[in-house]
């Protein structure tokens, strides 16, 4: 079983719905959570970090529940440009920064 | 300003040969990652560097992959007689600073291109 647990999809959703990815992690030690958007064939780019309070950037929400080791990412009015796959990151409480991955959710926003 | 570069981007290796994949952090940056993603997959840490220490190898998957910092800058990453499980995309990473974030300040990993490796 992998630390960091998402769905693979591929959503498909038409634009301007609103769609949310989960993601689940096993380690309690993880400290620090983020999601990253990786575009076919780049590398993976920082998207938000996650914080326990909950935060939003334009369209985008993300959420933390430790009690459950749970994290989500909201996407309000998809548009054709959110297509990519979304990557659930933590970081442990080591002193190395290391990244641990989920294996990510594809996203195919459609006109 | 210019960011992690890789090279090569592509290398194709006939099983048995030796690769050196090589990664240019953004100058300045103490940390630097490298990670492999295999097809489908999230990427897959590897090694991680603080300067020219390497404090964490803990993900190399065998005594055939080997990493060098040794200037604190360029990266290589060797793997010594290549297998067919080793084809994936291997992605170099660098930050400014040490350590992982604390509280909202964020020490942002940054990441090259990656070097494709197929093994025929």
């Known amino acids: 079983r992998k630390e960091v647990e998402q769905d693979p999809g591929p959503f498909n959703v038409p634009e301007g719905a609103t769609v949310a990815f989960n993601c689940t992690y096993s380690n309690s030690a993880s400290q620090s959570f983020f999601w990253y958007r990786q575009d076919c064939r780049k590398e993976p780019k920082l998207l938000m970090s996650?914080?326990?309070s909950g935060n939003e950037d334009g369209r985008f929400t993300a959420q933390l529940n430790r009690a459950s080791q749970y994290i989500s990412l909201l996407i309000r009015d998809s548009k054709l440009s959110d297509s990519a796959t979304y990557l659930c990151v933590v970081i442990h409480s080591s002193n190395t920064g290391k990244l641990i991955f989920g294996q990510g959710t594809t996203l195919q926003v459609k006109p | 300003g210019a960011g992690v570069s890789q090279s090569p981007r592509y290398k194709v290796a006939k099983r048995g040969q030796d690769v050196a994949l090589r990664c240019d952090p953004i100058s300045g940056h103490v940390s630097l990652f490298w990670y492999q993603q295999a097809l489908g997959q999230g990427p897959e840490f590897l090694t991680y560097?603080?300067?020219?220490?390497?404090?964490?190898k803990s993900g190399l998957p065998s005594d055939r992959f080997f990493a060098e910092r040794p200037e604190g800058s360029v990266s290589t990453l060797k793997i010594q007689r290549t297998q067919q499980e080793d084809s994936a995309v291997y992605l170099c990473?660098?930050?400014?600073?040490?350590?992982?974030?604390?509280?909202?300040?964020?020490?942002?990993?940054?990441f090259g291109p990656g070097t494709r490796l197929t093994v025929t």
């Open positions: 560097f603080q300067n020219e220490a390497q404090l964490d």
């Open positions: 996650v914080y326990s």
């Open positions: 990473a660098s930050s400014l600073r040490s350590g992982p974030t604390s509280g909202r300040a964020r020490n942002e990993q940054y």
